[in-house]
């Protein structure tokens, strides 16, 4: 974690200079918020550092429509009230474009401020549909909860992976509750049973895992279904182990990062599951070129939220380049021109070949991916 957070504060120290430099031509300037510090710090930090590697390509490569492109990142530590603060800071500097929020409560909030504005906002990781219901220049390039959880349990079910499933999950986290909803929807239609009853908890009750893991392990389940963050993941580990309980770990997006957690026994984690977007194993050229360059500037292996980040820069420059929006339009011209285009392209990525709705929604395929040896591994 802390190669994370030295990566974030060059990257932010490199945004505060872009800021205030003085160019001679108008540059498309891009917003970025997501949580660099605090309990969320692994994904704002690769959503930064990727979408400056892929701001950093394209401007190499010419820019877009004649035009580079600026970046600056700003954190709201996962906090809503901040990730607003964070807005209005953008908004003075002259941003034209949102890639942001990283997170959805703190999404939630911003996605209304960006409405009223007509600011286009794309999310790299902000998963709940309330994340982008706020106006129609919002948009996703990762999963909706509602898809994460209906793949999920068909997962579980075509592949046989269970008979008896649990589900733990946060009811005050608009995420986690989200693909609990659809999860057990598609339950129903899935040769396996929820057991254990009602396993949740709360922001207020994000420490002490043990009732929860009873339950399940009473009810005999094979599998537990963990639809929440990598931080609270860690606990459920680690208090699973004390209690001498092993089923198989299946989770989604929020649990990639769990081999960051700093004082974590990452062996513990050995053999958990979950889906995601991105597998940075892939032998595609993209990925491993992606995989190489990252790791070479920050010292770490991507997760997928950097891969979203990436591939949510190079959508930016599909929908500027379809639309050919000058950088010297103002950001409700430019969020007009975006709004069009984006239903309108195909972008092939690190997390898959990409298109859009109006209403926001990105359609890509899922992968699995399994922790071996201490690393992600596609399946």
Same mark, same amino acid.
């Given at each position: 974690m802390k190669k994370f957070v030295k990566a974030a504060s060059a990257v932010l120290a490199a945004s505060m200079v872009l800021s205030t430099t003085a160019f001679a031509d108008a540059?498309?300037?891009?917003?970025?918020?997501?949580?660099?510090?605090?309990?969320?710090?692994?994904?704002?930090?690769?959503?930064?550092?990727?979408?400056?590697?892929?701001? &950093? !390509?394209?401007?190499?490569?010419? %820019?877009?429509?004649?035009?580079?492109?600026?970046?600056?990142?700003?954190d709201d530590e996962h906090d809503a009230e901040k990730s607003v603060n964070a807005?209005?800071?953008?908004?003075?500097?002259?941003?034209?474009?949102?890639?942001?929020?990283v997170t959805t409560n703190p999404c939630?909030?911003?996605?209304?401020?960006?409405?009223? &504005?007509?600011l286009f906002l794309l999310t790299p990781s902000a998963s709940s549909e309330q994340a982008i219901s706020a106006g129609d220049n919002e948009f996703q390039v990762c999963f909706t909860d509602p898809a994460? %959880?209906?793949?999920?349990?068909?997962?579980?079910?075509?592949?046989?992976?269970?008979?008896k499933v649990a589900v733990i999950y946060n009811s005050s986290d608009a995420y986690s509750a989200g693909i609990y909803a659809t999860f057990r929807a598609e339950a129903e239609n899935q040769p396996f049973e929820i057991v254990g009853g009602d396993l949740a908890f709360t922001d207020d009750s994000k420490t002490d895992f043990s009732a929860q893991i009873q339950a399940a392990k009473d009810a005999?389940?094979?599998l537990v279904f963990?639809? #929440?963050?990598?931080? !609270?993941?860690?606990?459920? #580990?680690?208090?699973?182990?004390?209690?001498?309980?092993?089923?198989?770990?299946?989770?989604? &997006?929020?649990?990639?990062?769990?081999?960051?957690? !700093?004082?974590?026994?990452?062996?513990?984690?050995?053999?958990?599951?979950?889906?995601?977007?991105?597998?940075a194993d892939a032998e595609d050229d993209l990925t491993k070129n992606f995989v190489a360059k990252y790791q070479e500037q920050f010292g770490?292996?991507?997760?997928?939220?950097?891969?979203?980040?990436?591939?949510?820069?190079?959508?930016?420059?599909?929908?500027?380049?379809?639309?050919?929006?000058?950088? !010297?339009? &103002?950001?409700?011209?430019?969020?007009?021109a975006l709004k069009a285009a984006f239903t309108e392209i195909e972008v092939e990525g690190l997390t898959g070949v990409m298109t859009w709705t109006a209403d926001g929604h990105v359609s890509k395929t899922p992968k699995a991916v399994v922790i071996e040896n201490g690393a992600y591994k596609g399946l």
């Open positions: 540059t498309y300037k891009i917003g970025g918020i997501g949580p660099v510090t605090g309990p969320a710090s692994a994904y704002g930090t690769a959503v930064m550092n990727a979408a400056q590697i892929a701001v &950093d !390509e394209i401007n190499e490569a010419g %820019g877009v429509n004649g035009y580079q492109l600026e970046f600056n990142p700003q807005y209005n800071t953008l908004k003075d500097w002259g941003m034209q474009m949102l890639l942001g929020t939630i909030a911003v996605s209304a401020e960006a409405a009223a &504005d007509n994460q %959880g209906t793949a999920s349990a068909q997962y579980i079910g075509e592949h046989e992976l269970a008979s005999g389940a094979e963990m639809p #929440f963050y990598y931080n !609270e993941a860690s606990i459920v #580990f680690t208090q699973a182990a004390s209690m001498d309980y092993s089923p198989i770990w299946f989770g989604v &997006d929020g649990m990639d990062g769990i081999l960051t957690v !700093e004082g974590f026994d990452t062996s513990l984690a050995e053999g958990v599951m979950l889906l995601t977007p991105f597998s770490e292996v991507p997760n997928q939220f950097a891969a979203d980040a990436y591939d949510g820069i190079y959508a930016l420059k599909a929908g500027l380049e379809k639309s050919g929006v000058s950088a !010297e339009a &103002d950001f409700t011209e430019i969020s007009d």
